[in-house]
């Protein structure tokens, strides 16, 4: 009888985890679903580079001077009447290392001579009722002269009202996450391939999110873009060998003619009021570039750095993720199931 009871008890416990674990599973696949109310899937034009290959974005051989049309199908998987506002980017390397899409010209690089919204027609707001699916069309015209490289952009669809974004207050401060949604655009007129150029254009001593920092500011000045990009960087005092700080990253990647700050950061450990060297060697695809450039600190900066650490806010909470409260669960319910086959075997 005593053992009937314990496995009717280790059941119902079973029963709960699972029914916890589902639970907890259907809403990690809310969070990472709820929002995206539409769609959009490009149309393969007939200029692809590779032709007879399926490919969700748009790789362009074009003539110099050559014309042809970017078509997007726009979808409305909601119950409701939505907009969409449907326009051409630029690519630029992001401060985080990683290739992104924007309409902001300030953040394009000086080498980019031909952006690709200076090609492409202007951006399209549309309405889709629900279930409805459009096609958008844009022109893209291929410079009049013959270029090297690639140039790359995106077709970025953007939802404008509330439906397809989510908001979130914190200290009487509105925070609107905006889905979009990216197609990108490779654009070249011959299948050259050119050889990868990096160049190192100002060392500042700064403070990024509030952390005093050293950013490097890295350029690709040649229309090749390329991933598997290290950094390793070492600070050091002016005409010394010992190294202050050093810093290692890789898995970054680069747009075409763009340039990002990459940040040292310099955590607690402050520089005093003096001169320095960064020395920073880049490294892809087999090529390597080494830079040693001398920046400076004066003693302004390095008060109002140390002020601005030592103000430094304490980082929130981060939000449990379903997976850890699954573990959680998980570890709670064999701990008594445990407890219970103890206590059970101690009466027998």
Sequence with gaps: MKQ??????????????FSLISVTTQIAQAEET????FNMESVISEKQWEKGT????FDLLMKPGEETQLKVVVSNDSEQAQKINVFPADAYTSQTGLIDYTTDQKKLDKSLKYPMTTLVSKAQLIELQPKESKEVVFDLK???????GIIVGAIVAEGVDNQDATSKKAQGVSIVNKFQIVKPIILRQNELIIKTDLKLNKVAFTSVGSQPAVTANISNVTPTKFGDLSLEAKIRKNKQDKVLKSQKVKDLEMAPNSNFDFPIYLEDANLEAGDYELELVARTN????????????????????????AEKPKEEV????PIGLIIFVVVVIIGTISGIGYWYWKKK
């Design 318 to 321: 981060k939000q449990k993720k």
């Design 34 to 37: 709820s929002g995206m109310t």
């Design 142 to 148: 291929s410079p009049e002269e013959s270029i090297a």
């Design 4 to 17: 009937n009871k314990f496995s009717y008890y280790v059941g119902i416990i079973f029963l709960v985890t």
């Design 286 to 309: 087999g090529e390597s570039w080494t830079f040693k450039e001398p920046f400076k600190v004066t003693s302004e900066q390095s008060k109002e750095l140390s002020k601005a650490v």
């Design 54 to 57: 399926s490919s969700s974005y």
